[in-house]
């Protein structure tokens, strides 16, 4: 049912956790798809001996991070892709509690979970709860509604969607605003923690480009469709961009 995809292109300390972490899932059947981009003959031979027949190893020259989540979708063969991050911990029952919520309800298409918050020692500083039913469709117009490392979402439904086609630092937040015009698409939210998300310096939450490349996404909409809902919601990420984004 499920193909686990990463994306890794470097060992920032935390690797190993996480991939033990996947490989130690009380629900076994799986595939774990690691896509390893433009990253270092070191760390490729290192994936490489991890013994483990459910995982299947990519390597790609090309950095960006859509290009490579889009490789990985490409070679899925389950039915719904579980995202996560090479530097995030998975809780262990996290496949057995999404197998569990899509059994109840065969049509969900996504499952939003919630997690913990961790530094970079591994010590949690902070909870995200999204056990209640949000009108992401509204939310996405001011943040983004998502973790993306702690969704599973159909395979097809991403495909259809035609994949990531964001910049370096708001891949999700663009797809999820093309899906947002899908009305069918049916999200369930969940207080289960899915997985310890890392806030490292590593990321690029916050930065300038992140938000000039989600207004971007803002002012095309509102251009095609010229709403007040649109037209503020660029204005919004404007906004962020100039008085809230860090030079990274």
Sequence with gaps: MFSVLMCCNRDDGFLDEALQSVLKQTYEDFEFLIILNNCSDELYKKILNVDDPRIVVHRTKIGQLSFNLNYGINLASRAYIVRFDADDICHPDRLKETHKILTSDSEIDIIAGSCRLINDKGAVIGNVDLSKSLNWRSVLLRKNPFIHPALALR?????????YMGGFHSEDYELWLRMSDNENIKVAFTNFQMIDYRISEHQARGSKLGYAEVASYFLKRALLKPTLKN??????????????????
Excluded: A, M, P
């Design 155 to 163: 395979t097809d439904l991403i495909i259809k969607s035609r994949g």
């Design 231 to 248: 037209g503020c919601s660029v204005i919004l990420s404007l906004y962020k961009f100039y008085f809230k984004g860090e030079n990274k």
